[in-house]
């Protein structure tokens, strides 16, 4: 499947490339994500230097670049650091043979299946910051999940240079943030190189002038994943900032990103030699992928309509949202002005791809996801409550069909679990009481009845531990941000983030990016009664907000002000705090170690969440509104639920007031119930609860499974026939005997 082109196109020549020789593999091993969610390769580079993986904020390669040469060359030399060299990369090696997996074990052609992945953002680690919140987490875990499993899949998406908004927040509370630049050389991603060692480029002809893409690749464990750049000297200037940052608010820079990422991705996929025959579209923004593969088609003299049946029937959608902003629309002129010359190439009329994209509610342009769901045959949401959502959203596209009917099935989103869980649970805790082998068949719910054997203190003194840690950090940054505050200090933003938080403390998580619907100012909605929780002298409370608002968003803006002032407000004692600059790194810490994970959507917007698996995974129990995956994942004992009140003006009065109720009466007096041993056993079997629901059933692993079987393998059958048809040949055997 990997063609030779493939094989020799390298990452441009960089620093690395002269490591001393017995050592020499780092520079692999660092190009690839595997360390992030394999400990023993994070222990390997702090093993190698442990004050650089520190000051370099867990970056392999920032840390390799800075590194002295003789510091290098006496770690070539030594025993020590060499045995565990030996050992991690043999495992490394191990782990990436591309005959390994379950996806392997069950296919008998596995070399003909390969799944291209397009998505707008990917979360993969914070020193990748090419994400604004859950769908790019998504799409990254996804990437890592399908590694494990070995899925062949290759992902497409966008190197954002100016990805990484650094949040500061002003005195009076509003988000200023600045845009950093990625520092491209010391980021775990390779500039490809075309035969000669140049630059890869290639162009996409239907804008006008041309626009040339250059490609950074980031290996994922097993999986590549290319991201497009468009800030090549070539370019004019108008064309080298489409890919600056994402979801701009100017819908013709908008249209130009997806023409860049739809188009341009599968041209960049054909030009490397990599193959594939089922096409998955994470969200609306990348659908015009579909488009490139019909000409493809259409040039080999296929007609159109054939062409649209086949791309159709190898193509997977996936709806994230049902918030009106998160479904593009353009204008139709728009399109004639960037399409224009382009439909003519696929034998398809302005009309038929007009109607492709019309809304059958509301005419007011060309809907992506209308136009997505109407290209693929296989489309899903990402809850069961979402799937409902989205059918009744949904429905006129398939008129005469009842609701059940609409054919959106649903698949509920899950989390990387090697990428969340705690380090010390995970290789202490699990591997003495679930088995040394739990992470490699995490998705048994029987390794998770284990659970129940954990002695209480065990867990509960762990979490004490992650908690302290949680809190240390917070405080290292306001400390640090003290230091830097100038000549006139505030000392109440000092206290705002979180100087006074204090581990003994029964605190509340709330962090995820400020969008209206996620109602962040929520629990601010009666302050006096807010106070009274906090301030119980004999069994406070704390709460920890964090989250960035979009740039453009200035409501969220708004929100983000009323909690900083809140978090600033002496009333509450320093028991509001409000972090800056919400990343992976900070959401490790904080699905780690706060006691209660709080969610408090308006329903029914949030298609899923997974911020409060993360949690739950980590024996953090949720507290949320009945929405997304809670519905599915609350059993009544793993953690707490608020249903939520009907629509009307005091609708948030309610729900508020729901949540303090719980609060108030169950939720407070059930963490501060210790026995003599000092441990609240109460509050330890919540913990346990949430474990065991969310190991088994919120995974990536579970979520990758079932888009294999459900939708990925009828795309390889449908592929495959195509192609033997072709080669007038009859199906002999049907591949998929196993899965
Ligand atoms: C998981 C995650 C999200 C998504 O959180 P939701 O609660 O699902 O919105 C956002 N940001 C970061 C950094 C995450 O790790």
């Known amino acids: 499947m990997i063609s030779e082109l493939t094989l020799t196109m390298q990452g441009i020549k960089d620093k690395l490339a002269d490591l001393p020789e017995r050592i020499s593999g780092l520079r692999e091993m660092a190009y690839n994500l595997w360390w992030s969610w394999h400990p023993e390769g994070r222990e390997l580079f702090k093993l190698l230097n442990r004050q650089g993986w520190y000051l370099s904020n867990h970056n392999p390669i920032k840390m390799l670049n800075q590194m002295d040469k003789g510091k290098l060359e006496a770690a070539s030399r030594d025993p020590h650091f060499l045995r565990h060299y030996d050992s991690v990369m043999a495992r490394f090696e191990g782990y990436m043979n591309p005959t390994s997996g379950w996806f392997c074990a069950n296919v008998t052609e596995p070399q003909k299946c390969a799944v291209a992945y397009f998505s707008a953002e990917y979360g993969l680690h914070h020193a990748l910051p090419f994400y604004a919140g859950g769908l790019g987490f998504l799409a990254g875990d996804f990437l890592k999940e399908c590694s494990d499993l070995g899925i062949p899949l290759v ?6 240079p100016q990805g990484y908004l650094r949040q500061m927040i002003s005195p009076d509370g509003w988000q200023v943030g600045a845009c950093e630049i990625l520092d491209r050389e010391n980021a775990p ?3 490809m190189a075309d ?6 480029s290639i162009k996409v002809p239907i804008m006008d002038p041309p626009i040339n893409l250059e490609v950074w690749k980031v290996q994922v464990g097993k999986t590549r994943l290319y991201l497009i750049d468009t800030s090549s000297e070539a370019n004019e200037p108008e064309n080298r900032v489409i890919s600056d940052r994402l979801y701009t608010g100017d819908l013709e820079r908008r249209l130009r990103q997806e023409i860049v990422l739809g188009i341009g991705g599968v041209r960049i996929l054909e030009a490397m030699g990599e193959k594939f025959s089922v096409l998955h579209l994470n969200e609306g923004h990348p659908a015009f992928a579909v488009l490139e593969r019909i000409r493809m088609k259409v040039e080999q003299g296929m007609n159109y309509r054939d062409a649209f049946e086949q791309v159709k029937g190898t193509t997977v959608f996936t709806t994230h949202t049902p918030v009106p902003a998160g479904h593009d629309v353009f204008a139709h002129q728009l399109l004639d002005k960037y399409f224009g010359s382009y439909l ?3 034998d398809l009329s302005r009309e038929e791809f007009l109607h492709q994209g019309e809304n059958p509610v509301r005419s007011d342009g060309f809907n992506m996801t209308a136009f997505a769901l109407r290209s693929s045959k296989y489309h899903n949401a990402v809850s069961k409550k979402h799937g409902e959502v989205s059918r009744k959203m949904w429905q006129q596209l398939w008129p005469g069909q009842s609701l059940e009917e609409v054919p959106i099935d649903y698949i509920t989103n899950g989390v990387h679990v090697p990428s969340w ?7 202490v805790i699990f591997k003495r009481y679930l088995g040394r082998t739990w992470l490699e068949e995490h998705d048994q719910s029987r390794i998770w009845e ?11 003194r762990h979490h004490y531990a992650m908690k302290g840690m949680l809190i240390e950090k917070i405080r290292e940054r306001a400390r640090n941000k003290w230091l830097e505050a100038g000549s006139d200090p505030n000392p109440n933003i000092v206290m705002a983030s979180g100087i006074m938080l204090d581990p003994a403390t029964l605190t509340l998580g709330f962090a995820r990016r400020f969008a209206s619907y996620k109602r962040p100012t929520l629990l601010l909605q009666d302050l006096n009664r807010l106070k009274n929780i906090l301030n119980n002298p004999w069994r406070p409370v704390q709460i920890i907000f964090a989250g960035k608002a979009h740039h453009d968003d200035q409501q969220s803006k708004m929100l983000l002000q009323q909690v900083f002032n809140a978090a600033k407000n002496q009333v509450f004692g320093g028991r509001v705090a409000f972090v800056e600059d919400y990343d992976e790194l900070l959401a490790q810490y904080m699905v780690h170690g706060v006691d209660v994970w709080v969610n408090n959507p308006l329903p029914p917007m949030e298609a899923s969440g997974t911020s409060g698996m993360k949690a739950s995974l980590n ?7 009945l929405d997304g995956w809670w519905i599915e994942g609350y059993n009544g004992r793993n953690g707490w639920s608020v249903s939520g009140a009907e629509e009307g003006p005091d609708r948030d009065a309610k729900d508020a007031a729901a949540i303090y109720e719980l609060l108030e009466k169950e939720i407070v007096s059930l963490f501060y119930d210790v026995d003599e041993d000092g441990v609240s056993h109460g509050w330890v079997r919540v913990m ?3 474990i065991k629901m969310s190991g088994p059933n919120f995974s990536a692993r579970r979520m990758a499974k079932e888009y294999t079987e459900k939708f990925y393998r009828k795309g390889f059958e449908t592929a495959m026939k195509a192609d033997y048809r072709k080669e007038s040949g009859e199906l002999k055997q049907n591949p998929f005997g196993g899965i």
């Open 619 to 625: 024996g953090v129990p949720q507290l949320s509104i």
């Open 450 to 460: 284990m659970v129940d054997e954990i002695p209480d203190d065990e867990l509960w």
């Open 195 to 200: 035969l000669n060692g140049d630059p890869f």
């Open 688 to 690: 346990k609860e949430a």
């Open 189 to 191: 991603i390779q500039k």
């Open 421 to 427: 869980i705690d380090r010390r649970l995970g290789d």
């Open 155 to 160: 992902g497409v998406g966008f190197m954002y």
């Open 344 to 346: 003519p190439t696929l």
